[in-house]
């Protein structure tokens, strides 16, 4: 699947949330984690539910659609044409896991 298989909704809200982890705030770490751990959660980390309990119910709601899109389109986010948007994010946020 690619991204221009994806709802519409499916994609901003995506797009919403990889802009959001992109920033320097608590809430940008926890749409991060989040991300990562869809991506690869064997090296990136798993999500705590509980880290949502700090977010804004906007963020919330991007990242249910974006489970959501996880669950139905069986795919990683590098898969749907977004690998090097997730590895800015690893970049900015697992700065140890860049292999030089």
Same mark, same amino acid.
């Given at each position: 699947?690619?991204?221009?298989?994806?709802?519409?909704?499916?994609?901003?809200?995506?797009?919403?949330?990889?802009?959001?982890?992109?920033?320097?705030?608590?809430?940008?770490?926890? $749409?991060? &984690?989040?991300?990562?751990?869809?991506?690869?959660?064997?090296?990136?980390?798993? %999500?705590?539910? =509980?880290?949502?309990? *700090?977010?804004?119910?906007?963020? $919330?709601? &991007?990242?249910?659609?974006?489970?959501?899109?996880?669950?139905?389109?069986?795919? %990683?986010?590098? =898969?749907?044409?977004? *690998?090097?948007?997730?590895?800015?994010?690893?970049?900015?946020?697992?700065?140890?896991?860049?292999?030089?």
């Amino acid at each position: 699947m690619r991204s221009e298989h994806l709802q519409p909704a499916e994609k901003a809200a995506l797009e919403r949330l990889i802009s959001r982890a992109q920033g320097n705030t608590g809430q940008s770490r926890s $749409v991060a &984690d989040f991300l990562l751990a869809w991506w690869n959660s064997a090296e990136c980390g798993k %999500y705590d539910l =509980t880290t949502a309990w *700090g977010v804004d119910d906007d963020i $919330v709601d &991007d990242m249910c659609v974006v489970f959501r899109l996880a669950s139905r389109s069986h795919s %990683y986010p590098d =898969t749907l044409g977004y *690998g090097s948007q997730f590895e800015a994010i690893v970049r900015e946020w697992r700065p140890e896991l860049i292999r030089g």
